[in-house]
């Protein structure tokens, strides 16, 4: 799945062109699919995974929740279309891992090391943390790592407190860490340019997205 500043970077697009969009309740919808609690080892979420990406037999039903949520404005619509935003984000996410997987350096990784994931993900997010060394103006430090409340009034499969534990995580992970990466380093599992161009080619998908929709 795309990483949380992936996640940022779009929502923050949208922020910047839509006034109606400039909120928390948008930004936190777009990370709030992440957002499942975990247990002491962290090996089961609540919900999980499949509910919480409304994942079934045929991948992330992003149109089913579009269809839920958003046909009829209402004041929780900001948020609802953020979580659709992700929803859809990461099937394109995974449009793209499908294709990096063919290469060499993915295919004879993941065949020899079921964990060689972890491996790529070093640079996943090593990539995040490149972005915020450069871009200190960016809306994870001017407003998602400000907010300290915001209760679940919107989905009844998560817990109460579920997305503002998972905003205090990904504020933690991110500023403990975000400048002890070398900007330098190879990212032979994803470059800069390939992480930007991700972006740049996501946001017109949902941009056709949000002009589908009967907007409050």
């Known amino acids: 799945m795309a990483t949380w500043i992936t996640h940022m970077r779009i929502a923050e697009h949208f922020m910047n062109t839509y006034a109606s969009l400039n909120n928390d309740e948008f930004l936190v919808g777009n990370?709030?699919?992440?957002?499942?609690?975990?247990?002491?080892?962290?090996?089961?979420?609540?919900?999980?995974?499949?509910?919480?990406?409304?994942?079934?037999?045929?991948?992330?039903?992003?149109?089913?929740?579009?269809?839920?949520?958003?046909?009829?404005?209402?004041?929780?619509?900001?948020?609802?279309?953020?979580y659709c935003f992700h929803l859809f984000t990461d099937i394109e996410w995974s449009t793209l891992f499908a294709e990096k997987e063919k290469e060499p350096v993915y295919a004879q990784g993941l065949k020899a090391d079921p964990k060689f994931i972890w491996t790529i993900k070093k640079?996943?997010?090593?990539?995040?943390?490149?972005?915020?060394?450069?871009?200190?103006?960016?809306?994870?430090?001017?407003?998602?790592?400000?907010?300290?409340?915001?209760?679940?009034?919107?989905l009844d499969y998560f817990?109460?407190?579920?997305?503002?534990?998972?905003?205090?995580?990904?504020?933690?992970?991110?500023?403990?860490?975000?400048?002890?990466?070398?900007?330098?380093?190879?990212?032979?599992?994803?470059?800069k340019e390939e992480m930007d161009c991700f972006v740049s080619d996501t946001i017109p998908i949902l941009e056709n997205v949000y002009k589908t929709l009967l907007r409050p």
């Open 31 to 82: 990370i709030a699919p992440d957002s499942g609690v975990p247990n002491e080892d962290w090996s089961v979420f609540t919900p999980d995974g499949n509910v919480s990406h409304w994942r079934g037999e045929s991948g992330i039903d992003a149109q089913g929740f579009k269809n839920k949520y958003l046909l009829s404005p209402n004041e929780k619509w900001p948020f609802y279309l953020g």
């Open 159 to 191: 817990p109460d407190e579920a997305f503002m534990h998972r905003i205090d995580y990904i504020t933690k992970y991110y500023l403990e860490n975000y400048e002890s990466e070398n900007p330098d380093r190879d990212f032979p599992f994803l470059s």
């Open 123 to 154: 640079d996943w997010y090593g990539q995040d943390r490149v972005y915020l060394q450069k871009h200190r103006d960016s809306v994870f430090f001017n407003r998602f790592a400000n907010i300290k409340e915001f209760p679940n009034t919107y």
